[in-house]
Each structure stands twice: as structure tokens, then as C-alpha cells.
């Protein structure tokens, strides 16, 4: 059985840095493509950051695109998400993501991804 654990939210202000991380288990097999999401309070959830299994293709939504970076750890079946110079609209639950299927580039839509962690909210002051 595949699981997602999230952990690394919290409260930060402005300005201020994150680290997400997501601990994979239950499978033996590489996954295609991970990613972050993340859902506000009213609005839908977007994928924000999206590697592909060789842990060097990414994709960034523009809002994040140059203050957030994902990368993964293979070894420890492990992704994460570096996020700098947060801003209060960063504020949502993240949540991660995994697909068995997909090539590069990798699916931004939530629709395209087979397992999900329970996600970790992340609150962002001004």
C-alpha cells in the first residue's frame, strides 16, 4: 500500500523560508512523476512543483517559479520543497503527490496523480 507522509508546515512571516518534506512507502518501483499541490480556503487545488523520476526535470508554477525549488532522494524515497521568500498568499494546506504513469513533461493536473499524502498547512503572516 502506497502512502504519502507530509511533514515541515507551519507559521512563518513574510518573507521567511519552509522545507517540506514527503516520505514515500509502500512501493518498490520508481514513480514517474511527484509533485506538490496546494489548496487554499475556496479555491481549487494547483500543482505547484512537479519532478520527474530522473530528479533533474522540474516544472514550477509562475506564482512560485524562482523562490520555491523541489528535488528528491531516491535513496530515501523522500521529496522535497524549499520554499523561500514566502508571501501570505503561499498560505494553503500542501499536500503530496505521486503517478505511476506519465512522461515528461509531467502532468500539472491534480486529476493525473494517483496517490496523496494528507498535506501539512503552511500560514504565512504579513
Known amino acids: 500500500q502506497v502512502q504519502l507522509v507530509e511533514s515541515g508546515g507551519g507559521s512563518v512571516q513574510a518573507g521567511g523560508s519552509l522545507r517540506l518534506s514527503c516520505a514515500a512507502s509502500?512501493?518498490?518501483?520508481?514513480?514517474?512523476?511527484m509533485g506538490w499541490f496546494r489548496q487554499a480556503p475556496g479555491k481549487e487545488r494547483e500543482g505547484i512543483a512537479i519532478i520527474y523520476k530522473d530528479g533533474r526535470s522540474t516544472r514550477y508554477v509562475a506564482s512560485v517559479n524562482g523562490r520555491f525549488t523541489i528535488s528528491q532522494d531516491n535513496a530515501k524515497n523522500s521529496v522535497y520543497l524549499q520554499m523561500n521568500n514566502l508571501k501570505p498568499e503561499d498560505t494553503a494546506m500542501y499536500y503530496c503527490?505521486?503517478?505511476?504513469?506519465?512522461?515528461?513533461?509531467?502532468?500539472?493536473?491534480?486529476?493525473?496523480?494517483?496517490?496523496w499524502g494528507q498535506g501539512t498547512q503552511v500560514t504565512v503572516s504579513s
Open positions: 503527490a505521486a503517478s505511476l504513469s506519465g512522461a515528461w513533461p509531467c502532468a500539472v493536473q491534480s486529476y493525473a496523480y494517483n496517490y
Open positions: 509502500g512501493y518498490s518501483y520508481a514513480m514517474n512523476c
